[in-house]
């Protein structure tokens, strides 16, 4: 296989990107030089501290902006359904909720898993109610 450049890895992602995604850092933590998969994985086994510190980093950043996307998925909801009170029932969870996160999917522009959670965050009465047990996941299970 031929490289596409003096910096690229067989995909032809710039190497430096492909070390640091690799080693799960950010990039402007990883330091200056050429970098291959040979270097790549040298260093992850070393486990230097830098390493270590930029993958805590690295976290860090990722948990501010999931709590930064929460939160304005949380504003979203609140903007467009300020009066929608929580019930416990199956209606409320099938009827309501279910095409409400459906939508929050399509109009705030968020995975299934987050419209989940923030309506969960808001409505957990109803969510109760369309979210499925263990023992109804596997009931088909049963008997077998």
């Given at each position: 296989?031929?490289?596409?450049?003096?910096?690229?890895?067989?995909?032809?992602?710039?190497?430096?990107?492909?070390?640091?995604?690799?080693?799960?850092?950010?990039?402007?933590?990883?330091?200056?030089?050429?970098?291959?998969?040979?270097?790549?994985?040298a260093l992850a086994a070393e486990r230097p501290e830098w390493l270590t510190e930029a993958r805590r980093r690295r976290i860090r950043v990722?948990?501010?902006?999931?709590?930064?996307?929460?939160?304005?998925?949380?504003?979203?909801?609140?903007?467009?359904?300020?009066?929608?009170?929580?019930?416990?029932?199956?209606?409320?969870?099938?009827?309501?909720?279910?095409?409400?996160?459906?939508?929050?999917?399509?109009?705030?522009?968020?995975?299934?898993?987050?419209?989940?959670?923030?309506?969960?965050?808001?409505?957990?009465?109803?969510?109760?109610?369309?979210?499925?047990?263990?023992?109804?996941?596997?009931?088909?299970?049963?008997?077998?």
């Open positions: 296989m031929s490289k596409v450049g003096p910096t690229a890895w067989k995909n032809g992602t710039p190497s430096r990107a492909r070390a640091a995604t690799s080693l799960s850092i950010l990039i402007e933590d990883l330091p200056e030089g050429r970098w291959d998969k040979t270097s790549t994985k990722m948990e501010e902006k999931a709590a930064q996307r929460a939160a304005h998925l949380d504003a979203w909801l609140a903007e467009r359904y300020p009066n929608l009170q929580d019930e416990d029932s199956d209606e409320f969870g099938f009827l309501v909720l279910d095409p409400l996160a459906t939508h929050m999917q399509r109009d705030a522009n968020c995975t299934e898993y987050e419209a989940d959670a923030a309506c969960w965050r808001r409505w957990p009465l109803g969510m109760d109610r369309i979210t499925p047990t263990d023992d109804e996941l596997f009931e088909d299970d049963l008997y077998y």
